[in-house]
């Protein structure tokens, strides 16, 4: 059986977390801009999936366990903070979104 080797998972995670941060710089909506950075949470995740296989451990499939229960935890506020925000100002422009001006 061929096993896929682990540079493989490592150059797709490098690829994925590199268009997460182009979408960070790059965007200006909010809702994309969070979309990115779960992107780039997603990279990372599959970076210590890999490791976890190619070194035969759980631990790395733990983290990622946690990690995806913490993203879960951070879209649910961040997606409020974002409709609370939107409610406000009507825009989820971060150009436009001055929240410490009067």
Not at 43 to 65: D, I, P, W
């Amino acid at each position: 059986m061929m096993s896929v080797p682990i540079s493989y998972y490592l150059i797709l995670s490098a690829i994925l977390f590199t268009i997460g941060v182009a979408g960070v710089l790059t965007r200006r909506n909010v809702i994309v801009i969070f979309m990115c950075i779960e992107l780039m949470l997603n990279a990372v995740n599959l970076t210590f999936v890999a490791f976890s296989r190619h070194l035969m451990s759980g631990e790395g499939q733990v983290f990622v366990f946690f990690v995806m229960a913490v993203a879960a935890a951070e879209v649910a506020v961040g997606l409020a903070i974002i409709i609370a925000v939107f409610r406000n100002r009507e825009t989820v422009d971060v150009g436009d979104v001055n929240l410490l001006k009067w």
